[in-house]
């Protein structure tokens, strides 16, 4: 049995009260858990970066003397679930690694690192205020790690130049220049030496030969673009073997003055072509809106094609909120096409996941206002619904009624209506429950009906009340309480809406009665609570952790 | 029961809102939407959603002799439902089946959506003010509603009536019989002035509606814009009255401006300072984001000042944005919209200078003892203790960060104070090399001693400053 949501409360506000806990308006992640140990909890909710009163230097500081206090039975523990630490905490953890010259350790937690941060270590071990630190705070010299240990630093980079893609050796050219000039590493062989070439005097003789041909085309594309022109470069990366990634390729454009939304470019359709092509799965979502006006239909199966291979086929993990704020961004024109070949696919993708990530046992029970459609929530709900046992209850002024499931099916199709259309849906799907402004719900019954429920399964709310005793009290026996709105105070009970606790810590529950998002906005955040509440609850049973003393 | 209420839109049906019931729709032909109209309905004593849906089926009834009624029940989904699980009240009908057959009449399905039927509305006439609910709240909007000649129809009417009734009460000498008349007689002034003190504005309006009108057409007489005819369409841009019609132009003309047919770089630049000069053409694309996107890319700046000594001692990190300032401002470095930059104010809030850069460029100059050469200008920032506290902020800034990353540098900063070695500064200090939560105590007594100022509301300025949490 994974330990209780009301067990990572009370944890957390013993630690709180013996200040081995931050509050939650200095959390990244504001969530009220703790494992129990105070370094764990770091890994998961704790930026570097400035919250409302502290810098980043006092955070960098705070988990740094964390980091350089784990045992090695907790360094193992990070280590083994590194996957679900925050990126800051797996560099410090690595860097404690180093600093302990336990350097299976240190790449264990670096392998979990995006390449931009691998690349950068050196840059952490010798000058941590490049890597760690945004602005002036960059030029400041000091060292968490007192011996560097360079000889062993440039062994280790030297397996990291051999790891790394020819594409990462292209994006991420100022990071290796950088680390390089610091330990002042010594390129040997031909690779490396292509490698130089390319950081130091940006040049790529060599490359090719190099097994590095990427820098090759790029540094091509560049030269035709200044001459001849956008047409020589369309047809020059028409022919080549190598696609250049989306950022450098953008880079290029926009350094040569050629923007893609304009129809009297030269070349600009071949141009336009190589964009979608040379876009990764993020990207190819992110760019979405900006690219809406000149997409053509092949443009739209192409960034489908991405992203359903990279996501449902490759496992790679977009959020939910990420995705869906791409695509509701998209003019509507836009949202019809992509909507059966990208979202939908990736909404069911969705939906097993956030099913997958719920603690048994089931049904998850979804409990809303009768008269308050939310898109958004329903969407969630549906998304839920179409991978894992639901039912819905609606509350009125004078009961409650349980209603059929409302299935992706039916909902799918009207994800790109305008609004007159939607609205015309939810008065075709719901008829005039959306017309009533009644904001009185019978809780008593409403009570009564959660009481043949089991407290064990999950409760999604989306219901905007506090301070309401029956409400509160029926809400005592269950153990997952996820609210949509602010919390109404259950033990077992977790606001989604992520800034409910920030505001609550400062304004009281009155102050912090309705997250600035609304529930629409907590529930595309929805699928990423179960993952930082799945991880809490790992981390809580693992060697460490426990109740405090 | 009779009542005003305003149409809107909702799933491309027109609705109103009435208290206590919600929104209800409208049988065809609909009314217009964003109209004002007055719902009639005879006997109907308290309007809720419950006795609206009685009062509709008994009076079809009545009138037909059948059940049928004119109220709409949504598709499946109202069939389907099941039945309630729990409720404190008498089971709802079930859709489809209305308050009919008959008088015995149950609550409307929850489902159900009012459709009124075209005999219980109609637009609303000024004279519905004298005795209709809802009066108060819809008064506020009447005029974009109620052409000008309904209002001068309605005084016609209702002045000398409204005269004679407060001839009527006083004339009454009982006290306690003038106390029971003035109550109506205050209603009536509060209905019928309340109408006509929008008269004025509803004035206002058709003036505007006509000089929009007027403004539009020498607009159509102006086109197209041509290099021979630019003097007369600033001129006629300028005179129009309707903020929407020269908003309009002003736009059309910087498409102009950007096209493939029009003017050079030079000519261009000529037309902007142009523009600039009419103080209403001017303000008119001070805050008009439209225009400055159509001109971004097209905005040819000179080139930026050189050999310059520039305080930015009180600048202010931003995002240059495309608009008159850039124009008009002194450039230091490649600046353009979109860049960071620190904007240098007069004293009277006037942006004077742009220096390419953000907060890291003041520490540079800070670093280099207040003066540092770039962009072949000279910058430079006053030492602390002057007028302004940006300088002493940037000090405390860095020492507050030194106190976490390492103590040791940061009390260096103190060593001109001539602290005892056992000072309490030094304790902490060496406690907070190896606990971080002596660090910020470190960070508050460095800044108290050297600066004389409370740490947290040093702390609170520099945030503000800060354009972003990164700076």
Same mark, same amino acid.
């Given at each position: 049995m994974p330990v209780s949501i009301r067990t990572l409360?009370?944890?957390y506000k013993i630690h709180l009260a013996l200040g081995r806990a931050l509050p939650p308006h200095d959390l990244g992640f504001p969530l009220p858990f703790s494992t129990g140990n105070p370094l764990y909890d770091a890994a998961l909710t704790e930026k570097l970066s400035a919250t409302r009163t502290m810098s980043e230097a006092e955070h960098l500081r705070r988990t740094w003397d964390l980091a350089r206090a784990a045992t090695a039975e907790e360094t193992r523990v990070l280590a083994l679930h590194s996957r679900g630490l925050l990126n800051d905490f797996r560099l410090l953890m690595a860097l404690r690694c180093w600093e302990q010259e336990d350097d299976e350790g240190a790449a264990a937690f670096l392998r979990a690192l995006p390449w931009a941060r691998r690349l950068g270590f050196p840059t952490a071990v010798i000058k941590p205020s490049a890597t760690v630190f945004t602005g002036w705070r960059r030029s400041l010299r000091f060292r968490l790690v007192d011996e560097p240990r360079f000889p062993a630093l440039r062994e280790l980079y030297r397996q990291l130049l051999r790891q790394a893609p020819p594409v990462i050796i292209l994006k991420y050219r100022a #990071?290796?220049?950088?680390? #390089?000039?610091?330990?002042? !590493?010594?390129?040997? =062989? /031909?690779?490396?030496? /292509? +490698?130089?070439? @390319?950081?130091?005097?940006?040049?790529?003789?060599? /490359?090719?030969?190099?097994?590095? $041909?990427?820098? =090759?085309a790029y540094a091509d594309a560049r030269t035709t673009l200044r001459e001849p022109g956008p047409g020589a470069l369309a047809t020059l990366l028409e022919g080549a073997p190598e696609t250049l990634p989306l950022t450098s390729y953008a880079g290029l454009l926009g350094s040569a003055g050629v923007h893609l939304r304009e129809d009297a470019q030269a070349a600009v359709v071949p141009l336009r072509d190589y964009a979608v092509r040379s876009a990764t799965p993020v990207e190819s979502l992110l760019r979405l809106r900006q690219w809406a006006p000149w997409l053509q239909e092949r443009h739209t199966e192409t960034l489908a094609q991405t992203v359903r291979a990279a996501v449902l086929e490759g496992g790679l993990e977009v959020p939910f909120h990420r995705v869906t704020q791409a695509y509701m961004s998209a003019p509507i024109e836009l949202r019809k096409r992509v909507l059966e070949p990208l979202y939908l696919p990736l909404l069911r993708h969705f939906g097993r996941q956030v099913a997958g990530l719920l603690p048994p046992p089931g049904p998850l029970t979804y409990v809303q206002p009768g008269n308050a459609l939310q $898109?958004? $929530?329903?969407l969630l709900y549906a998304a839920v619904a179409s991978a894992a046992d639901t039912r819905m209850l609606l509350l009125y002024r004078d009961g409650?009624?349980?209603?059929?499931?409302?299935?992706?099916?039916? +909902?799918?199709?009207?994800l790109a209506d305008d609004p007159w259309e939607l609205q015309q849906w939810l008065l075709a799907e719901f008829g005039g429950l959306a017309t009533q402004h009644d904001r009185h719900y019978d809780l008593g019954a409403a009570a009564r009906v959660l009481k043949g429920l089991d407290p064990r399964a999950p409760l999604l709310l989306n219901v905007p009340m506090w301070d309401n005793e029956p409400w509160l009290a029926a809400l005592l026996p269950f153990e997952q309480v996820f609210n949509l709105n602010g919390a109404v105070g259950a033990p077992g009970e977790v606001s989604?809406?992520?800034? !409910? !606790?920030?505001?609550?810590? @400062?304004? =009281?529950?009155? =102050? #912090?009665?309705?997250?600035?998002?609304?529930?629409d906005g907590a529930a595309l955040r929805f699928a990423e609570l179960l993952d930082r509440l799945r991880m809490f609850q790992t981390l809580a049973e693992a060697p460490g952790a426990g109740d405090p003393a | 029961m009779k009542l005003i209420t305003c149409t809107h839109v909702r799933g491309r049906r027109t609705a109103c809102h009435i208290e206590q019931g919600g929104e209800i729709f409208f049988q065809d032909p609909q009314p217009p939407p964003d109209a004002l109209v007055t719902l009639d309905f005879p006997g109907l004593r308290r309007l809720n959603r419950a006795s609206l849906v009685k009062w509709l089926s008994s009076r079809e009834t009545n009138r037909t002799g059948h059940p049928a009624v004119p109220l709409a029940t949504t598709g499946d989904s109202a069939e389907e439902a099941p039945p309630p699980l729990e409720q404190g009240s008498p089971a709802p009908s079930p859709a489809g089946d209305v %308050?009919? %057959?008959?008088? %015995?009449?149950?609550?409307?399905?929850?489902?159900?959506?009012?459709?009124?039927?075209?005999?219980?509305?109609? &637009?609303?006439? &000024?004279d519905d003010f004298l005795d209709a609910g809802g009066w108060e709240w819809t008064l506020w909007g009447v005029e974009q509603h109620i052409a000008l000649t309904e209002f001068r129809a309605f005084a016609e009417r209702w002045h000398a009536d409204t005269i004679a009734r407060f001839r009527g009460v006083e004339d009454i000498a009982s006290a306690e019989a003038r106390s029971a008349a003035l109550a109506p007689l205050a209603e009536r002034l509060q209905r019928v002035y309340g109408v006509l003190q929008h008269a004025g504005a509803r004035a206002e309006h058709e003036r505007m509606q006509a000089v929009e009108h007027l403004d539009r057409q020498h607009l159509e007489a102006l086109r197209p814009i041509g290099a021979d005819r630019l003097k007369d369409w600033l001129s006629a841009v300028e005179a129009m009255e309707t903020d929407a019609v020269r908003s309009e132009a002003l736009q059309e003309l910087a498409r102009y401006l950007v096209g493939g047919g029009g003017p050079g770089p030079e000519e261009r630049a000529r037309i902007l300072r142009a523009i600039s000069r009419r103080k209403k053409l001017r303000e008119a694309t001070e805050y008009d984001s439209d225009f400055w996107e159509i001109l971004s890319d097209h905005l040819d700046l000179p080139e930026p000042a050189r050999d310059l000594v520039v305080d930015v001692t009180n600048a202010h990190p931003c995002t240059v944005q495309a608009n008159w300032d850039l124009l008009r401002a002194t450039r230091v470095g490649p600046v353009a919209p979109g860049r960071s930059a620190l904007a240098v104010y007069t004293e009277r809030g006037r942006l004077r200078c742009y220096v390419r850069g953000?907060?890291? &460029? &003041?520490?540079?100059?800070?670093? %280099?003892g207040g003066e540092l050469r770039k962009y072949g200008c000279t910058l430079r920032i006053q030492a602390p203790g002057g007028a302004s506290l940006r300088p002493m902020l940037l000090d405390i800034e860095r020492l507050d960060t030194l106190a976490h990353v390492d103590p040791a540098q940061a009390v260096e900063a103190v060593a001109d104070l001539g602290l005892p070695a056992d000072h309490l500064l030094y304790r902490t200090a060496r406690a907070a090399a190896s606990d971080h939560r002596q660090a910020r105590l470190l960070s508050d007594l460095l800044i108290e001693l050297k600066y004389g100022v409370d740490a947290d509301v040093a702390r609170t300025l520099i945030r503000s400053q800060s354009r972003t949490r990164g700076l």
């Open positions: 409360k009370r944890r #990071a290796i220049q950088e680390a #390089a000039a610091l330990m002042k !590493y010594r390129f040997e =062989g /031909a690779r490396e030496r /292509a +490698i130089h070439a @390319w950081c130091f005097e940006n040049q790529t003789a060599g /490359a090719s030969d190099a097994g590095l $041909s990427l820098l =090759g $898109s958004m $929530s329903l409650v009624e349980e209603v059929p499931g409302l299935t992706l099916d039916r +909902i799918s199709p009207h989604v809406a992520q800034d !409910y !606790y920030v505001q609550m810590h @400062w304004g =009281g529950t009155r =102050g #912090a009665g309705g997250s600035r998002a609304g529930a | %308050a009919g %057959a008959g008088s %015995a009449v149950g609550p409307p399905s929850r489902r159900q959506i009012v459709d009124l039927p075209p005999t219980c509305w109609r &637009l609303t006439e &000024l953000d907060r890291t &460029l &003041l520490f540079r100059i800070r670093k %280099a």
